[in-house]
């Protein structure tokens, strides 16, 4: 009898590979293995639809992303790469530049005030590799005083203000709780792309790129392209059973169990935290697990405000909310305390009648409990409290709720100081599980697993491919 492993004994041809999850990750590895020539590919998806954290979905007079909703950058980016010859994307440029800050008591500040205390909040990021060590807030709040210690005029008490607010607009970017946890050494590897970083995606929305990886086609909203026929919905997994060298066992929670060669599993680091001890038989290696534990799956929620006509004046693009100290305090002895989280609005690009509110950490959280009367309540008060002008109540609300859905449990992933201090990172969650004999059982990719590109759609899609690429390594080397 032959000894070799299942794996061994498959090519190209014959090797089942079932992909867990069909966001960006996912349908990038599937598709990419396809184009590679592999034959027996299939996505098992745990939502009754394809995109993950790509979510597009009809609201006002076309459609809004609940998820992912810009590109960010035209160099490397290879979202952009991709696309860029579709006249897909449309550059945002301006457009959302004309935002006022505006203080608690209704207080528009100036512009040049404005311009002053945001220009020392970007010059007082970090930029050299030997500023590594620490919190990103921790660097950026030492940074800004100092710079403003050379302007004696500013008005300490309303640059105060500005710069809790910058923060929490900053936190976005990672979905962080507050800025004290974000690694700055994480802050300074992340990779920054050139050009444009806020590429609109018209009134398409981000799902089309996916459509373009899946060459499907564009009048046809069900057609998934080249995965027509290997995506099976609601299939969401209570085991991978990699124990051995032969094949892998994966039970689904209907009771179906299947079979595999190799796994790529591109579910949320948010998964991973809360099932990974049940989920993975054998258990995880430790440097996995402390990868999993050391790294943060945040929140970062959106909420949708759509009105009968424009209801921002012509010249504001958005407002960013300034608490004065005493409104905040009395804020947070109420039921409205959640309201804290929500650093700004803005109008929606190609839909007009449309706002569009961002609110962070754990007040997004909190906020995912409440009803939608509840919320919109909440931010009607939040408009008559700052805006020096009526607001008409909104037709109708939409929002996101990212941590409360089993299959997400949050928006996306950071490196935290904590994490700096367990030496851990995303090449860590990245590393596959092998056999003695070097053959890949179960794979990661996920924006999580990106090392200089994480919490971003490109980010996913480049693991998504890395994956891919290695299989295809191992059975070209194998077979050479």
């Known amino acids: 009898m032959s000894t070799r492993t299942t794996a061994e004994r498959k090519t190209k041809q014959t090797a089942r590979i079932v992909v867990i999850g069909a966001g960006a990750s996912g349908i990038a590895a599937a598709t990419r293995l396809l184009e590679l020539g592999f034959r027996n590919v299939k996505i098992l998806e745990a939502e009754s639809r394809v995109g993950g954290r790509i979510n597009t979905v009809p609201f006002g007079d076309s459609v809004v992303d609940k998820g992912a909703q810009w590109c960010h950058g035209e160099g490397t980016n290879v979202v952009y790469q991709r696309v860029k010859n579709l006249n897909l994307l449309h550059a945002t440029g301006d457009a959302l530049k004309a935002t006022y800050f505006v203080r608690s008591n209704k207080e528009i500040l100036s512009e040049e005030t404005a311009l002053q205390l945001t220009t020392a909040v970007e010059m007082s990021l970090p930029t050299e590799p030997n500023e590594a060590n620490g919190s990103l807030g921790d660097h950026l709040t030492s940074n800004y005083w100092q710079i403003l210690s050379k302007s004696p005029a500013v008005d300490r008490t309303v640059a105060k203000e500005l710069l809790d607010n910058l923060q929490r607009f ?25 050009g444009e970083f806020m590429l609109n995606w018209r009134d398409k ?59 790529i599993c591109t579910v949320s680091l948010g998964v991973l935290k809360e099932q990974h001890q049940k989920l993975f038989v054998p258990p995880l290696p430790a440097a996995k697990v402390r990868a999993i534990n050391g790294l943060k799956q945040g929140t970062l929620n959106k909420l949708f405000l759509e009105y009968a006509s424009l209801v921002l004046p012509k010249d504001w693009s958005g407002v960013n909310f300034l608490w004065l100290e005493e409104d905040l305090q009395e804020l947070r002895g109420t039921e409205r305390f959640w309201l804290e989280g929500v650093f700004g609005i803005h109008r929606v690009l190609h839909q007009p009648r449309l706002l569009q509110g961002w609110i962070i950490g754990e007040h997004a959280r909190y906020m995912e409990t409440l009803t939608e009367e509840q919320v919109l309540s909440g931010l009607q008060w939040l408009f008559n409290k700052f805006l020096p002008f009526d607001m008409p109540q909104p037709l109708r609300l939409m929002r996101s709720q990212w941590y409360s859905n089993p299959n997400f449990r949050g928006s996306y992933s950071s490196r935290t100081t904590y994490t700096d201090e367990l030496r851990t990172g995303p090449w860590d969650l990245e590393t596959p599980l092998l056999n003695a004999d070097g053959t890949p059982r179960v794979q990661f990719a996920g924006e999580a697993t990106s090392k200089t590109h994480h919490s971003s759609v ?7 491919w890395r994956e891919a690429d290695r299989l295809n390594a191992y059975y070209s080397a194998r077979n050479a």
């Open 205 to 263: 929305g981000y799902k089309t790129f996916l459509r373009v990886l899946m060459n499907a086609k564009a009048d046809q909203p069900e057609d998934l392209g080249v995965l027509n026929g290997r995506v099976q919905l609601y299939k969401r997994l209570t085991e991978i059973n990699w124990d051995g060298t032969g094949e892998l066992l994966l039970r689904c929670w209907d009771g179906e169990v299947l079979t595999a060669d190799h796994v």
């Open 458 to 464: 490109h980010g996913a899609t480049e693991t998504g």
């Open 170 to 194: 900053r936190c976005s970017f990672t979905a962080s709780d507050h800025l004290f946890e974000v690694s700055r050494r994480a802050h300074l590897e992340f990779a920054k792309d050139g």
